[in-house]
């Protein structure tokens, strides 16, 4: 400290000024200089004691502010990296244990918690990449003026950019077709200003664009993150295309299926209207029964008029209650041992409920009404079509007695006929005979007597008689002809001809050239046949017998006429005139008179019906002194 | 009307048309065949000469006719009935009956052939063809025709 010198005033005054100057130092702010003290210790050296002890002091706190201000300043330090989020730093503790120690305690527990905090975010962060990476839906982030700033593989999948394509590109560059452009920017633009949005947090339907410049139809939800330089808007972009197209499909199946459904239910129930009106609207009394107790299980309309039972009635009975006594028994055996099914089961009797016991004809048809087996019956009510069926077999009964009596009558008219010509010929026959006999007797016996006149009458006598004796017998084979049955066989017309002219020769000689064709075989009643050439050819002969060289030509045509063969007998004798052609085949009709040629007239009436007998066809030309042909026609063997 | 009853009948005509009666035997006279011919007009007659009953009651009845010509169409009994009668009884069964007709009727030929008669002839209604027809009958049946065994 001070040395010990002689204390002079001068001495002191130094001292004294040294003190003031001390003062003034540590006013500064110096601390670091001392003033000298003397072992005197006067009062002056206790002043200066006293200053140095002071400046001691004042240098003591000096460095105690000093170490609180580093202290404080290292907080700070670490303050400021946790705003940086660097949270790996610590602050450093003394062992005051002071307000500055519990600080930074504070602070470093907060530090650790945000290290741990955000350490767990960025584990997040690096989950939600993985699962942005990997999301099959397009993960799109965009910033609020609309840029790109995240693009996941899935984006690039749908959307066909690739992430560096797509990144820090304008969202509606990209994916939003130019119709709804300006939908989105505005709809960004409100959001911004007023924060009001339709679509975010929403699940909505979208359509995007696709790098190739298709369009896809996609689920688009946005969310946003507001964040220290603005809103973040993630949006997740799900391509529904195909759902969308299969849901249209499923749609469009649905609505068909609906509207099948629906035509369906109207076809039903118009079926059932047409089952209804089927069942109700017609005159034919329908119900349906159950095949337990054959009860009624309903009626139509028809079924209450016809029988007079109500429908209430009816309802409540049975099918054997509408059946009489008689065929009760008969009812339900038939259906024990026969279900009947879709058919006609035939006629039964049904007794209507003022008793009338009507005849029914029976459809029937098994079906399920109900959920029970039953039985539609149709009803046909025959009653009046049997009656009017059995009128009718009376009648037919009727008639058929009346043809049988008529034919009978006939029969025996016939026989009457026959008899009636038999017994003519008979009596006839007989005074004929007596005629002649007796004119011959009269000759015989008294010719010598009789003068020659006497003769002649007689002879008239039997010419006449003679003659009718010819006009009877044609009479009764034309007679004959009406009743004749055919008796065809085969046969060779030249060979009768031939007899028809061997026997004519016996009776007449015959002058005429006769010319004969080949005639060939025929299908025929001979006998008849015969009988029409011996007509014929006699007619022939007779009527050529006048002219100086008679001829007849008995032939064969060479075409058909309606698939039969035209024979002819030809003769150039005195002809007919075709204005008397009617009477030609009349029965007794002649056109010469019994001087000129003889005759009954019955010939060609008979060759006429002998010929139509066998369907053939008859008929002549002639001429006047020429000649004449027949004709007739014969069917084909 | 008992006639000579010794006589034996050859020719029984039965014939009701007295013209028809008068040519045939006009006819079997030329032949000399009426000697022992008896006519009767109607079946009737026939039946009760030949079975000597009604107006020939107790007619004694020596011998048959060797032929009986029968007309069929006759007044009373005809010609038919009196062919059964003379051939369901034994005395006459086996009588020769040659019916002399003009029917020409099917059912009258067949009737009588069944009945057994032993000739049909129809009655030609030409004259001469009579006379020649009756004559042919005479001669064969009287002439040629051995008569059956008479054991009366």
């Known amino acids: 400290m001070a040395n010990k010198t002689p204390v002079t005033a001068r001495t002191k005054t130094k001292r004294i000024q040294a003190i003031l100057s001390k003062l003034s130092s540590l006013a500064e702010g110096d601390y670091e200089s001392y003033l000298p003290v003397s072992d005197d210790l006067d009062g002056l050296d206790a002043i200066a004691a006293g200053v140095n002890a002071l400046g001691e002091s004042l240098k003591a706190k000096e460095k105690a502010s000093n170490e609180q201000e580093v202290r404080i300043n290292k907080l700070i330090d670490v303050l400021l990296k946790y705003t940086i989020m660097d949270f790996s730093m610590r602050c450093e503790m003394s062992d005051r244990e002071d307000e500055l120690d519990a600080l930074a305690a504070g602070l470093n527990t907060l530090g650790e918690e945000l290290d741990y905090a955000i350490r767990q975010l960025k584990q997040g962060e690096a989950k939600l990449s993985k699962i942005i990476e990997h999301a099959p839906d397009a993960v799109v982030v965009i910033n609020q003026e609309g840029i790109i700033k995240t693009w996941n593989p899935a984006a690039e999948k749908i959307f066909g950019w690739q992430e560096t394509e797509a990144t820090e590109k304008p969202l509606h560059e990209l994916l939003i077709p130019d119709r709804y452009r300006r939908q989105h920017q505005e709809g960004l633009k409100r959001f911004l200003d007023m924060g009001v949005s339709k679509i975010l947090d929403k699940t909505i339907e979208m359509p995007a664009c696709r790098k190739d410049g298709t369009e896809i139809l996609s689920e688009l939800t946005i969310s946003h993150v507001k964040q220290k330089d603005g809103y973040m808007f993630i949006a997740f972009l799900r391509d529904i295309s195909e759902r969308k197209k299969a849901e249209d499909e499923i749609r469009q199946l649905n609505n068909t299926l609906e509207r099948r459904v629906e035509e369906r239910t109207l076809e039903l129930l118009e079926s059932e209207q047409k089952y209804k009106l089927l069942f109700d609207c017609t005159p034919l009394p329908k119900w349906i029964i159950d095949l337990e107790e054959y009860r009624f299980q309903v009626v139509n309309e028809a079924a209450v008029k016809h029988y007079g039972y109500s429908r209430e009635e009816f309802l409540s009975m049975t099918a054997v209650d509408i059946r009489p006594e008689s065929e009760r028994e008969k009812f339900l055996n038939f259906n024990r041992t026969f279900p009947a099914q879709d058919q006609n089961i035939g006629i039964w009797k049904h007794q209507k409920k003022d008793g009338t016991i009507i005849d029914v004809e029976l459809s029937v048809q098994n079906v399920l009404y109900n959920g029970k087996k039953c039985r539609l019956v149709v009803v046909n009510d025959v009653t009046e079509k049997l009656k009017a069926h059995q009128e009718l077999n009376r009648i037919n009964e009727k008639l058929e007695q009346m043809v049988e009596q008529r034919t009978s009558q006939l029969q025996n008219a016939n026989r009457e006929m026959e008899a009636f010509t038999y017994s003519v010929s008979h009596d006839l026959r007989a005074p004929l005979r007596a005629i002649n006999g007796y004119a011959q007797m009269l000759t015989e016996d008294w010719n010598t007597i009789l003068p020659p006149e006497g003769l002649r009458q007689l002879n008239s006598i039997t010419e006449n008689a003679t003659r009718m004796g010819q006009l009877i017998d044609d009479l009764l084979r034309y007679s004959r002809l009406g009743k004749a049955e055919l008796n065809p066989t085969s046969f060779d017309l030249n060979g009768i001809v031939e007899e028809v002219i061997n026997e004519l020769k016996q009776a007449v000689a015959i002058r005429a050239k006769i010319k004969i064709q080949e005639l060939g075989n025929v299908i025929a009643d001979h006998i008849l046949i015969r009988q029409v050439y011996m007509n014929l050819v006699d007619n022939a002969l007779k009527y050529s017998s006048r002219k100086s060289e008679p001829q007849v030509e008995i032939g064969v045509n060479d075409h058909l006429i309606h698939g039969k063969r035209v024979y002819y007998v030809k003769d150039n004798g005195v002809g007919f005139d075709m204005k008397y052609y009617d009477k030609m085949f009349g029965v007794f009709q002649r056109l010469h008179n019994q001087e000129e040629f003889e005759g009954t007239g019955v010939g060609l009436a008979i060759v006429k019906r002998i010929i139509t007998l066998h369907d053939g066809q008859v008929w002549a030309n002639g001429v006047l002194n020429e000649g004449a042909t027949f004709f007739f026609t014969l069917k084909l063997n | ?152």
């Open chain 2, 1 to 152: 009307m008992m006639e000579n009853e010794s006589i034996a009948v050859d020719i029984l005509l039965v014939e009701d048309n007295p013209y028809d009666a008068e040519m045939t035997i006009r006819a079997l006279r030329k032949k000399n065949l009426t000697n022992s011919l008896i006519h009767l007009k109607n079946g009737a007659e026939a039946i009760d000469f030949l079975f000597g009953t009604g107006d020939y009651e107790g007619r004694k009845i020596s011998k048959n006719p060797k032929v009986i010509l029968l007309d069929l169409k006759m007044p009373k009994l005809d010609g038919i009935q009196v062919l059964s009668a003379i051939r369901k009884d034994e005395r006459t069964r086996e009588t020769p009956v040659v019916v002399l007709t003009s029917s020409r009727e099917d059912p009258d030929i067949r009737e009588c052939y069944r009945l057994g008669v032993n000739s049909y002839i129809v009655k030609p209604v030409d004259f001469d063809k009579f006379i020649e027809a009756v004559s042919s009958i005479g001669l064969y049946w009287l002439l040629l025709n051995q008569p059956p065994v008479d054991d009366r």
